[in-house]
């Protein structure tokens, strides 16, 4: 990667730590202090997923960050470009695309089908083991269905 590439990715870099810092630290502010939650139980509830979404966020947020710092490393160590696993060149587009991206696209699609193919062997879905029954047991295939009404369902809602 040519010296004018790299800057423009520290640039880029450093005004993303710049938006989500600020960002960040201006949401923190806005925020009012943690009150005890008055309402019914839905109102309850409501709040307590709404504080957990607010956690995650600002967890992914300060992952992220500490992605961005990391990359700003390899920028300064020369290593920002090259493949973590095979050492090869991550494309300029992949880059661009995934700033913060450590593997090629290749040993990425690798990583993916190593930890998704598993997927493919869920017990649930395609084995059948002494006593269960597989899914299409499960579906009377000479049935067909016009419509909604059709289906019956058990519901206190009228469709």
Do not use: W
């Not at 005890?36 to 967890?59: F, H």
């Not at 060149?89 to 992949?94: F, T, Y």
């Not at 690798?110 to 062997?121: A, L, R, V, W, Y």
Request: with cysteine; glycine share 6%.
């Amino acid at each position: 990667m040519n010296k004018l590439n790299t800057q423009k990715f520290m640039n880029l870099f450093n005004n993303m730590l710049t938006d989500r810092n600020g960002s960040n630290t201006q949401m923190k502010t806005l925020e009012a202090p943690i009150a005890p939650i008055k309402g019914d139980d839905v109102d309850i509830v409501t709040a307590q997923k709404s504080v957990q979404l607010s956690q995650r966020l600002d967890q992914r947020n300060i992952l992220f960050l500490k992605k961005v710092e990391a990359a700003k490393l390899k920028i300064l160590s020369g290593e920002y470009g090259l493949c973590e696993d095979c050492g090869s060149g991550i494309s300029q587009k992949r880059l661009l695309a995934r700033p913060t991206a450590g593997l090629c696209i290749g040993c990425q699609e690798d990583k993916e089908k190593e930890q998704f193919g598993s997927m493919n062997h869920r017990r649930d879905l395609n084995a059948i083991e002494e006593g269960e029954r597989s899914l299409d047991d499960h579906i009377d295939k000479t049935t067909k269905f016009s419509s909604m009404n059709s289906i019956g369902f058990e519901s206190v809602v009228d469709l």
